[in-house]
């Protein structure tokens, strides 16, 4: 069992910055792609960025050119550095693991990302 946890969210005002933190219980993130999706209240969970094991990253358009995903696999960590924040980009944020052969998956708890003035 894999336990992951996020850290990072809080309070922004429009045009600031935050990065997120997703700290795994072991080396997990060399052999699963790590993800951060978001939900808004009354809309569906997406995917807003991936980094693979080989070091791609992906990222939704919303958030193209303003979040950046990376990994450091000796601190078993996954980030996503948030620039330019805008309201729309308010959301509980999640980290998961997914291994892409196995289907196998594991979740955060979430951080509340709020942007606002």
């Known amino acids: 069992q894999v336990q992951l946890v996020e850290s990072g969210g809080g309070l922004v005002q429009p045009g600031g910055s935050l990065r997120l933190s997703c700290a795994a219980s072991r080396n997990i993130f060399i052999l699963f792609n790590g993800n951060w999706y978001r939900q808004a209240p009354g809309k569906e969970r997406e995917l807003v960025a991936k980094?693979?094991?080989?070091?791609?990253?992906n990222y939704a358009d919303s958030v193209k050119g303003r979040f950046t995903i990376s990994r450091n696999n000796a601190k078993n960590t996954v980030y996503l550095q948030m620039n330019s924040l805008k309201p729309e980009d308010t959301a509980v944020y999640y980290c998961?693991?997914?291994?892409?052969?196995?289907?196998?998956?594991?979740w955060g708890q979430g951080t509340q990302v709020t942007v606002s003035s």
């Open positions: 980094i693979t094991t080989g070091g791609s990253a």
């Open positions: 998961n693991a997914h291994q892409q052969f196995t289907s196998e998956d594991y």
